[in-house]
């Protein structure tokens, strides 16, 4: 049976914090060695917010590259300290980068809350590619899952609803086909029927993860608070 873990943005917010997770993940399995995991994973800290910046630089058409160049900066800062072999990391993140650059090339003339969703939602999608490297290279065998694959939308973007019985059904098919104990996934995001990328609205990922919970017939849900002096505490 699955248990799920859902961290937030302040779980996940600089390398120690990406470490420590590690070490709840490890705790787990050492108390539960035929354990199941679920990581539902927020964006880092703050980064949802600075996206939403980086989102409004592209709409205004101005001091984009200068805000889009720290941002990815900032995060080949982590893997450089995070990971010992970068390679693969980086590779992983400039493919996921050179997907918003595309939107990017678009001009922002209709569909706002459809490109919002386009670039806001790599928050994720990088967090989740970091947290997956570093715990599988640290022993903790896990596989990234595409959220996309799992939680079925509308096309209400900023706000998508989500289609239950499809999503239902999505979650229980990609995981009957993966081996590894543990799983990770994005929280916040979801896929429309034409698989484009939809968000919950902000602060979605607690919903993500009561999602996946209700679809998996989870065991548990624990939602990971970063509480300072005792970063292990289960609340
Ligand atoms: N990263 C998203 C936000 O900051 C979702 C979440 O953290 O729950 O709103
Ligand atoms: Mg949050």
């Given amino acids: ?14 390398v120690a914090s990406i470490k420590n997770v590690g070490d709840i ?15 539902i994973v927020s964006a880092m800290g ?8 980086i989102y409004h630089a592209y709409t205004q058409q101005e001091n984009l590259v200068d805000l889009w160049n720290a941002f990815k900066t900032d995060h080949y800062e982590v893997v450089s300290e995070l990971c010992k072999e970068t390679g693969p ?5 400039n493919e996921h980068f050179a997907k918003v650059e595309k939107v990017f090339s678009l001009k922002p003339v209709r569909n706002e809350a459809f490109l919002y969703d386009q670039i806001v939602s790599i928050g994720e999608v990088l967090s989740t590619t970091l947290v997956s490297a570093y715990l599988n290279e640290v022993g903790l065998e896990n596989k990234w899952v595409d959220v996309k694959n799992c939680v079925k939308t509308d096309n209400r973007y900023r706000e998508a609803n989500v289609n ?13 086909q993966i081996e590894e104990p543990i799983k990770v996934t994005q929280g916040f995001l979801g896929a429309t029927p034409e698989n484009f990328t939809t968000t919950l609205g902000r602060e979605g990922s607690d919903y993500s993860a009561a999602i996946f ?6 065991k548990k ?15």
Avoid at 164 to 176: D, G, H, Q
């Fill in 164 to 176: 239950w019985p499809l999503t239902e059904k999505a979650i229980r098919k990609v995981f009957s």
């Fill in 221 to 235: 849900m624990t939602v990971w608070k970063d509480v300072p002096g005792m970063l292990r505490g289960d609340p």
């Fill in 1 to 14: 049976m699955q248990e799920v873990f859902k961290f937030g943005g302040a779980s996940v917010k600089d």
């Fill in 213 to 218: 919970s209700f679809c998996l017939n989870a």
């Fill in 89 to 93: 990391v980086i590779k992983a993140l």
């Fill in 46 to 53: 703050k980064v949802t917010n600075q996206l939403e910046g």
């Fill in 25 to 39: 993940v490890r705790d787990y399995f050492d108390k539960n060695s035929q354990g199941n995991l679920v990581l």
